[in-house]
């Protein structure tokens, strides 16, 4: 015989619909939390960044320390951006010409190099490298400046933190990825005309017609814009994460991953939307 039921009890069938309910409730309130926090880092971000943009004419200027910063997160990324660029070309070249000797066009191959490194992969790999290297380094300096209360020795001695630390990085960023981004385009055509003439048998001056005869001002002027966008991005994001550094090494470490996993993705988001609007 079935056992009574105590009076109040809840049902064994009424278990599975409350157990689905209570998951439903968690779910909800963690995405509604996620919610929640990513407006806020959103309102905060937005701030930082207008504080940022305020304080550029304002006095003290400090160009002195905008070169130190130009020098770090533009001449030593030379380097890296160069054989980037090197490889990059030399793949599209390879992969141009495999594609395109099926049709009987392998002479476009240069077109295929220059639009593709000019449009898209220039700024948006030369944002990454620079990403990878200087904006990483940034937020962990920065960082340690946090946990370490320089940032408060700084306003104890009247010395605005905001203009002393982040708007010469600000500066040096939109001044170097344009730059960074002119170069990666120039090192990738040459490499991909090297191996294009030597190695795969092109015609170096239909090479070089097709380059000139298919890039207009217009892509050039994007591709600028692009970096100009980017720049901008890292040294926001890089600056932020590491001006509210908390938690000591470890809030360092989590400081430095989130600005080379967030300034990647906006990168690749801003790289679609400026895509968008232009063309």
């Known amino acids: 015989m079935e056992a009574a039921r105590v ?8 278990l599975p619909s409350r157990g689905w309910r209570v998951a439903a409730t968690v779910v909800l309130g963690r995405l ?29 200027f400090r160009p002195i320390e905008a070169v130190v910063q130009l020098e770090f997160l533009g001449a030593r990324s030379v380097g890296v951006v160069v054989l980037s660029a090197v490889f990059t070309g ?47 380094a940034t937020a962990a300096t920065i ?13 104890a001695l009247a010395v605005d933190p905001v203009q002393y630390l982040v708007v010469p990085r600000l500066l040096a960023s939109v001044v170097a990825l344009p730059i960074l981004t002119a170069l990666f385009s120039l090192a990738g055509i040459g490499a991909a005309y090297f191996f294009g003439v030597s190695v795969l048998g092109l015609d170096g001056l239909a090479f070089m017609a097709n380059v000139r005869s298919s890039v207009e001002w217009k892509d050039v002027a994007v591709g600028l814009c692009k970096a100009l966008v980017f720049g901008v991005l890292i040294a926001w994001i890089a600056t932020f994460r590491g001006y509210h550094t908390t938690g ?13 996993v967030e300034s990647a993705v906006l990168v690749l988001c801003g790289d679609y939307v400026v895509t968008a609007l232009f063309f």
């Open 7 to 14: 009076p109040g009890e809840p049902s064994s069938r009424s």
């Open 32 to 60: 509604r939390r996620g919610a929640f926090a990513f407006l806020g880092d959103t309102g905060r971000l937005s701030i930082f960044l207008g504080t940022a943009v305020a304080r550029i004419p304002r006095r003290p």
């Open 90 to 136: 030399l793949v599209l070249a390879l992969q141009g010409y495999y594609v395109l000797v099926r049709f009987g066009s392998e002479n476009l191959v240069g077109s295929l190099v220059a639009l593709s490194l000019i449009r898209e992969l220039a700024p948006v790999l030369t944002a990454l490298m620079v990403t990878a290297r200087a904006g990483s």
């Open 143 to 155: 960082g340690n400046m946090a946990i370490t209360e320089q940032i408060d020795a700084l306003m």
């Open 248 to 260: 000591g090494a470890k809030g360092v470490g989590r400081s430095t991953s989130r600005t080379v």
